[in-house]
């Protein structure tokens, strides 16, 4: 096999980058952006690695019956959807075969118990937070997103309102139309502009981020002009800037430049405060499925201690603790444990306490001085759990664990320890959080074994 080379080509599955997933005669795995899964296709070779090559789609031969024009026109340049090209209920399949596939083969345990995922009555605008990349050119500025893998920006066509986003909530898409004005209308503003954060809570409430690099007084000074004008934008109600830092490491400092600095939200009758760098699930529909299952496989009776490793802002502790006698919130970031202190304040809340610092260190530290909770939550970043943290809880005699997962392979990674450690995979019911893309919500019940 060479670069430039061309043959045909069936495909078997799709990858987590979306992309089709073919074997050549020579038995060489074959990647294919934009194919489906039972397609023939023709190919052209385009990389060649030790172990895989990656090829350009050609022609499709046999296209499948999943395959579906692409609603947004910027799709095969844009990095954002690459799911796009295939029919929602075969993505729908596709996703719940993945979680249980990881389940079989890394965590070496059966895939029976995992439920079909929880779709979307619409699965388009469900966006709560988006992030604009920003370039000027001419005095204008235009809003888009890097193609994949590159720092090429893509955008609407000249002319038009050049942003597009068909997954981020219509609101967001109206106030980045009128940002994309107001910084054209400020060349210094646009120039100084790197990115754009929007946030949206179910209240409405809008928040503008500004992201750019620091250029001391200069600075100041555009982002002070540009504040009264964003000011005067229909459902925005603070505006934020991020000055980082030079080097790799880009350390920086955000800034309330008008407003309170944050916004609130609302899921099941609790209020939520979201600050600029406050982790927040994106998409407010399926979270509050999300939750309603991490309560349900909690099965709490009132007495129950339980421990939220992971906890952010306080978003699954302060939904559990209505259900429990104590929550205990674990969160190495001191500003969400602020947030998560100030939201249990807000919804009236007394009986959650919220701790700063590794969770693998001070989760161990109270187990190792006596607490044990009945239940344990654990909403990991993509990266999944530390073994201390898997570890621990062992020790802590909780009866149940509640995991919370963005990756399936990872979940099926820590599912596995914690079998080792003497816990049971009951069920697992993933959500799709992230409509038209690869990523895969899955919320999973285990119960110690033998536990009465």
Not at 53 to 71: E, G, H, N
Not at 92 to 114: D, P
Not at 291 to 302: E, T
Not at 356 to 363: C, K, N, S
């Amino acid at each position: 096999m060479q670069v430039g080379q061309e043959f045909a080509l069936q495909i078997k599955d799709i990858n987590r980058s979306g992309e089709g997933i073919g074997r050549a005669d020579d038995g060489m795995v074959v990647f294919v952006p934009g194919a489906v899964i039972g397609e023939q296709v023709t190919v052209r070779i385009s990389e060649l690695r030790k172990k895989y090559a990656r090829a350009t789609l050609l022609t499709t031969v046999k296209p499948s019956q999943y395959r579906v024009r692409q609603t947004c026109d910027l799709a095969e340049r844009c990095g954002g959807c690459n799911l796009q090209h295939i029919a929602y209920e075969e993505q729908l399949r596709w996703k719940t075969a993945l979680v249980r596939q990881n389940m079989a083969r890394i965590g070496g345990i059966g895939s029976g118990v995992v439920h079909d995922i929880v779709g979307m009555p619409d699965p388009w605008h469900y966006r709560n937070n988006v992030r604009f990349k920003v370039q000027s050119k001419d005095g204008k500025a235009t809003l888009g997103f890097f193609a994949a893998e590159s720092h090429q920006l893509v955008a609407g066509k000249a002319g038009g309102s050049g942003v597009v986003c068909l997954l981020a909530h219509q609101d967001l898409v109206r106030v980045a139309k009128m940002v994309q004005e107001m910084l054209s209308d400020c060349p210094e503003g646009a120039v100084w502009t790197e990115e754009v954060m929007l946030r949206r809570g179910s209240t409405g409430e809008i928040m503008i981020v500004l992201i750019g690099g620091p250029n001391g007084t200069q600075s100041e000074k555009v982002l002070t002009g540009l504040t009264g004008a964003l000011l005067t934008v229909p459902g925005v109600v603070t505006v934020i800037s991020y000055v980082h830092g030079h080097g790799k490491k880009r350390g920086g400092r955000y800034q309330t430049l008008a407003g309170r600095g944050y916004i609130e939200d609302e899921i099941d009758g609790l209020r939520f405060r979201i600050s600029a760098a406050s982790f927040y699930q994106v998409n407010p529909y399926q979270t509050a499925i999300l939750y309603r299952q991490v309560l349900n496989y909690c099965a709490l009776q009132g007495h129950d201690k339980v421990a939220d490793a992971y906890c952010g802002v306080g978003t699954i502790s302060l939904y559990l603790a209505r259900f429990a006698k104590t929550v205990r919130g674990y969160e190495i970031v001191p500003r969400a444990v602020r947030d998560a202190e100030a939201n249990a304040a807000l919804n009236g809340i007394q009986n959650a306490r919220f701790f700063a610092g590794a969770v693998e260190r001070v989760l161990a530290e109270q187990v190792d001085k006596g607490y044990h909770p009945e239940v344990v939550v654990l909403d990991p970043p993509r990266s999944g759990c530390r073994p201390e943290v898997l570890d621990a809880i062992a020790k802590s005699g909780a009866r149940r664990v509640v995991y919370v997962s963005c990756d399936p392979a990872t979940l099926a990674r820590d599912v596995g320890y914690l079998h080792r450690l003497g816990f049971l995979l009951q069920e697992a019911q993933p959500v799709d959080m992230f409509p038209q893309t690869t990523h895969v919500e899955c919320v999973v019940l285990m119960q110690r074994r033998y536990c009465s």
